[in-house]
Nanobody, 118 residues
Framework: QVRLVESGGASVQPGESLRLSCAASASIVEIYAMGWYRQAPGKQRELVAAISVDGKSANYEDSVKGRFIISRDKANNTVTLQMNSLKPEDTAVYYC?????????WGWGKGTLVTVST
């Protein structure tokens, strides 16, 4: 079973930056594309950024393109999300998981809360 632990969430003002980290308990994650998801109050969880197995390509949801950067360190089984120019609509609980159906097998961690407000 893979355990995923997210950290780095905080309350910030619009325009500020945060760096989220995800630590995986097993090296098996290195053979999967990984993603950062978020769930805002009253909304469904959505994938906002995904990174390929080799870390050389990434995809982003339109609302975060140009502001968020996903990266991975396979040696340490970590996935990071650099979030810049944060907006109030980025407020959500952020989770990391595999990008794909395997995410249902691994299950979800507790996530980390990001709050953007004045």
């Amino acid at each position: 079973q893979v355990r995923l632990v997210e950290s780095g969430g905080a309350s910030v003002q619009p325009g500020e930056s945060l760096r989220l980290s995800c630590a995986a308990s097993a090296s098996i994650v290195e053979i999967y594309a990984m993603g950062w998801y978020r769930q805002a109050p009253g909304k469904q969880r959505e994938l906002v950024a995904a990174i390929s197995v080799d870390g050389k390509s990434a995809n982003y949801e339109d609302s975060v393109k140009g502001r968020f950067i996903i990266s991975r360190d396979k040696a340490n089984n970590t996935v990071t999300l650099q979030m810049n120019s944060l907006k109030p609509e980025d407020t959500a609980v952020y989770y990391c998981n595999a990008d794909g159906a395997i995410s249902k097998v691994w299950g979800w961690g507790k996530g980390t809360l990001v709050t953007v407000s004045t």
